[in-house]
């Protein structure tokens, strides 16, 4: 019995170190944001004794983030928006309107889960650059809803497959149109659903490099994650505003983390537990 | 299946139509932007680059391929990946036996532990960056401990296994999360029985907890290799450019090179479906696994 309490004392030691090296690469940068380049050379470990603004307004304004910021707001704004009305509308005709060929699409969708970015990008540089999308802020939103429209529609449909069919069948005899029982009650019963969902694909949105990359490449379309690449080379000697670029990146998805925890957690197990 | 095609058939068409209206944005998407884009670049592989353009080359391109040392090295780290699979799927699931088994502090572990997988690679490459560099924070712990520093990065044998291992230390949580949830459909008799027989942790870890989760664990086999093959890139952009020397080039940073660095977008093509093909044979296993378990059920 003692050895056993032993065990899990030494196991939970064990796991507390770990916990410890998953927060302590972000304190690193976030103490090294708030240096002077001098006091980082000299001695880059120490905690900081002042907090200072310097660096992050430096990275903000001269380093252009507050440029890249809003970029990315506008393009992960429309893309989580296209893909929560696209993704619950095809949920709901997948559920609930059995029509011939719904099973293939369903299918053809979780299909779609599995044809990576890689594969289909060089034709999709093609196909964007020939309708003139390439370079866009709408060549970007609709690649980002391409991309994440499959996970989309997956998640959705399984949402509203567990809501009865009486539900819709009332709403019918009340004389509702299917559009009408789709913005009545298909919409804030989908509420919680596209809540998580839609922090889910902001996050995917926020987080991509590679297509921001492809799709958007000249300077000023830069997104932010983008931006944070190329402040690398810029600042390779001023590593404290390099820092501050990370952190000023990292900030918002942190929030949303803190907020969003629980949602986040049952989107991503959804896919693993329905099988 | 008759009566309701009947039904079906009674609607009225604007009924009928509603159905195919409210699918269509999405299936309009995913066809222009996904499906063509797929047989586009298939085609794509077997036709020439620069002058050759659209000219057919028949398998040019995947003998380049072949030839290409690069390209065989990327095939090489797949390999790598594959050998390191295990390793990547048995941390999380470890760490949440033992979450689990309530080790003193568990309910604070899993929200430490999920964070980083909100992050972007680039963020994770780029804090890396700054704790693998060579007067960094790690080599300073590896010398207190009295051991020579590494060259993380720079060096053509470790930059592989550093980058991967900053992939796991980024997705450890999520994979922790999905391990938990199986966790939940776990039925508690059966480890009550084999504790009160006394039954070791890796007694119980082989004979209850593996067999009852074959499931999740599979799950977690194939989505963790689905992300080693595909969500690598923005570690590799941000940590190694690839190198040194190209050691750390994966399939998927190959297509990026030859696409966007290159300009030999057919060849980058002809690479992508090779992708593609491993992709495949991933999901086929995925797909094969769905049905045991939905028999199972």
Same mark, same amino acid.
């Given at each position: 019995m003692r050895t056993a309490r032993l065990g899990r004392w030494v196991l939970a030691l064990l796991m507390t170190t770990l916990a410890l090296a998953t927060v302590y690469p972000l304190l690193f940068t976030a103490n090294a944001a708030m240096k002077t380049r001098r006091e980082y050379i000299l001695d880059r470990f120490s905690a900081t004794t002042t907090l200072r603004g310097d660096n992050i307004a430096n990275a903000w304004n001269s380093a252009g983030m507050a440029g890249y910021f809003v970029n990315s707001l506008i393009v992960v704004g429309g893309a989580v928006i296209l893909l929560l009305l696209f993704g619950s509308m095809a949920g709901f005709a997948l559920s609930h309107?059995? #029509?011939?060929g719904s099973r293939t699409l369903f299918l053809g969708c979780l299909a779609g889960l #599995?044809?990576? #970015?890689q594969v289909i990008m060089v034709p999709l540089v093609r196909t964007m650059t020939a309708v003139g999308l390439i370079d866009t802020y709408p060549g970007l939103v609709v690649a980002y809803v391409a991309q994440f429209l499959p996970f989309t529609i997956y998640l959705m449909t399984s949402y509203y497959s567990a809501i009865p069919k009486d539900i819709v069948d009332a709403a019918r005899l009340d004389g509702n149109s299917f559009y009408g029982v789709y913005r009545r009650i298909m919409l804030p019963i989908g509420l919680p659903a596209l809540l998580s969902v839609g922090v889910l694909d902001a996050l995917f949105c926020w987080n991509d490099v590679l297509i921001a990359l492809l799709m958007m490449p000249s300077a000023e379309h830069r997104t932010l994650m983008v931006g944070v690449t190329a402040l690398r080379g810029q600042y390779s000697s001023d590593i404290p505003t390099f820092a501050s670029g990370v952190i000023i990146a990292a900030v918002p998805v942190l929030a949303v983390y803190l907020v969003f925890q629980r949602r986040i957690a049952d989107a991503v197990t959804a896919g693993s537990t329905k099988g | 299946m008759t009566p309701r095609r009947a039904a079906d058939d009674r609607r009225p068409l604007g009924d009928r139509l509603a159905a195919y209206v409210l699918i269509a944005p999405a299936a309009v998407v995913l066809v222009v932007f996904r499906l063509w884009p797929l047989l586009l670049g298939v085609d794509f592989s077997f036709t020439g680059d620069g002058? =050759?353009? @659209?000219?057919p080359v028949g398998f040019g391109n995947y003998s380049e391929l072949l030839h290409d040392p690069y390209f065989r090295i990327a095939l090489r780290n797949v390999g790598w990946l594959v050998v390191l699979l295990p390793v990547a799927v048995a941390i999380p699931g470890l760490l949440a036996t033992f979450i689990f088994l309530k080790v003193p502090g568990h309910r604070l572990y899993r929200s430490v532990y999920f964070f980083?997988?909100? !992050? /972007?690679p680039v963020i994770v490459g780029s804090i890396f960056n700054l704790l693998l560099s060579y007067d960094g924070p790690l080599n300073k712990l590896l010398a207190a401990v009295g051991m020579a520093p590494v060259d993380w990065l720079g060096d053509s044998k470790t930059a592989l296994f550093t980058v991967v291992g900053v992939h796991i230390w980024a997705t450890f949580g999520m994979a922790l999360v999905v391990f938990l949830a199986g966790f939940a459909t776990l039925d508690p008799s059966l480890l009550d029985a084999a504790r009160s027989d006394g039954a070791s942790l890796v007694q119980l870890i082989r004979h209850v907890i593996v067999p009852g989760l074959s499931r999740t664990i599979q799950f977690v086999f194939v989505t963790t290799m689905i992300g080693l093959l595909t969500s690598m890139f923005g570690l590799l952009y941000v940590m190694t450019s690839g190198g040194p @020397? @190209? /050691?750390?080039? !994966?399939p998927e940073y190959y297509v990026w090179i030859q696409q966007g =660095?290159?300009?030999r977008p057919a060849l980058a093509s002809a690479a992508s479906t090779v992708l593609f093909l491993i992709m495949l044979v991933v999901g086929l296993g995925q797909i094969a696994i769905l049905r045991r378990s939905g028999r199972e059920d």
């Open positions: 309107l059995k #029509f011939r #599995f044809i990576p #970015f | 002058d =050759q353009d @659209g000219t980083p997988a909100v !992050l /972007s @020397g @190209g /050691s750390t080039t !994966l =660095q290159m300009n």
